[in-house]
């Protein structure tokens, strides 16, 4: 370093300042997350990756600077790996850019900070480094988004099939994202939606075919608006929220089980998938009554029971009880208690003072406006659940 000229030790030295200082990752993270639509709705699991890019792109550019070194054959690699990543999950180009430019006055601001002796041509050489980076990286970046885009169009099943895969891991960075990565594809989205996830009765088994989840999609019907993959011995179908009314036959058919999740939003998919795939895998044999697929109420009553529940107590008592909770039809929410805590219809008509018959009505209608039959165990185990948190 002794050799070299005296503006660039000076720049050596603001570099390895501002590199070893984390906090300007965390800076250039944070604006970007602020002042760009789409980054801001990344949840946590995503930030990392954001993170690490800026890390490497505060790193790349401060050494350009420091040696006048010019973008090498292994930065234009990088910049399309980016725009190819950001292709495939929908991140839009120009607002990956608009991020670029954002880290850049960060960064700009950082060097200026630290170093108010620097010569105007040290300042000349620091806009020059970031004007040509940006310039290569819009080039480099919307080629390679053109490309990746062509080539997902071009195999429009597996483009599809990818779709889902990202929003069951929830790589989306925000529902217009989505809109326009499902509008080049040529589908829309259904919402409200079910998510399905099923497997067969005997669960564990070999993975299921991509051909096989696709089969059961249309049996469903709604091809337009659908979507399908697979998770290991599992299929995961997206549908419009009427597809749940057939889901069951069609699953008896095929003496497969399963969970369909209807109350969640596009932007929560991931949590609609995380919660029907938990359910498969705890859910006691008997919940499983043929002609039935497990719901939202089940769904979370297992994660209640599981230690993790993905709602507030109240929320999940109204998803169980529905109408229930309504204080005109506060005498069957007094049925429902007396027939579960007594075990039986006549003794908990005793306890109320009524025929038998009226009770076994008033549990009639609980099966009409729940969907719950209070005498099959399982179901009446979620009512059970549900009237006690609600207490």
Do not use: K
């Not at 050596?12 to 944070?30: C, K, P």
């Not at 390679?144 to 195999?155: H, K, M, P, Q």
């Not at 059961?216 to 659908?226: K, V, W």
């Not at 999940?316 to 005498?331: K, N, S, Y």
């Amino acid at each position: 370093m002794t050799n070299q000229p005296s503006r660039f030790r000076v720049r050596d030295r603001v570099r390895d300042e501002i590199v070893a200082d984390q906090r300007v990752v965390e800076a250039v993270v944070a604006a970007v997350h602020e002042q760009v639509p789409v980054y801001a709705a990344l949840d946590d699991s995503r930030l990392p990756e954001v993170r690490a890019i800026a890390a490497w792109g505060v790193d790349r550019l401060l050494h350009l600077w420091a040696t006048d070194g010019t973008l090498g054959p292994a930065d234009l690699r990088r910049f399309r790996g980016i725009a190819a990543a950001r292709a495939a999950d929908g991140r839009p180009v120009q607002a990956v850019l608009r991020a670029y430019r954002v880290a850049a006055t960060v960064l700009t601001d950082e060097v200026a900070a630290r170093a108010p002796g620097l010569t105007a041509a040290d300042g000349f050489a620091l806009a020059r480094a970031l004007l040509t980076a940006l310039d290569t990286l819009s080039e480099e970046m919307a080629m390679a988004y053109a490309s990746t885009t062509e080539d997902l169009v071009g195999d429009r099943d597996r483009a599809l099939r990818l779709l889902l895969d990202d929003l069951i891991a929830g790589r989306h960075a925000s529902v217009g994202a989505l809109t326009d990565r499902s509008a080049r594809l040529g589908v829309h989205l259904p919402d409200p939606y079910c998510l399905l996830v099923a497997e067969p009765m005997t669960g564990g088994g070999p993975d299921i075919s991509y051909e096989a989840a696709a089969g059961l999609l249309d049996a469903l019907g709604d091809a337009g608006t659908s979507l399908s993959t697979v998770r290991g011995s599992r299929a995961v179908l997206l549908a419009p929220a009427t597809a749940v009314d057939r889901a069951a036959p069609l699953l008896d058919e095929r003496a497969w089980r399963g969970c369909a999740i209807t109350r969640e939003g596009l932007d929560r998919i991931a949590v609609a998938h995380r919660l029907a795939a938990d359910a498969l895998d705890t859910a006691p044999a008997h919940a499983h009554r043929p002609g039935r697929i497990l719901t939202d109420a089940d769904a979370h009553v297992l994660a209640l029971l599981g230690g993790h529940p993905a709602a507030a107590a109240d929320h999940i008592a109204r998803l169980v009880l529905g109408p229930l909770t309504d204080p005109e039809q506060r005498h069957l929410l007094e049925a429902l208690t007396a027939y579960v805590d007594a075990g039986s219809a006549n003794a908990a008509a005793r306890a109320l003072h009524l025929h038998p018959q009226s009770l076994r009505y008033r549990l009639r209608r609980i099966h009409a406006l729940t969907s719950r039959d209070p005498r099959d165990p399982w179901q009446r185990l979620t009512l059970d659940i549900a009237r006690t948190i609600r207490a």
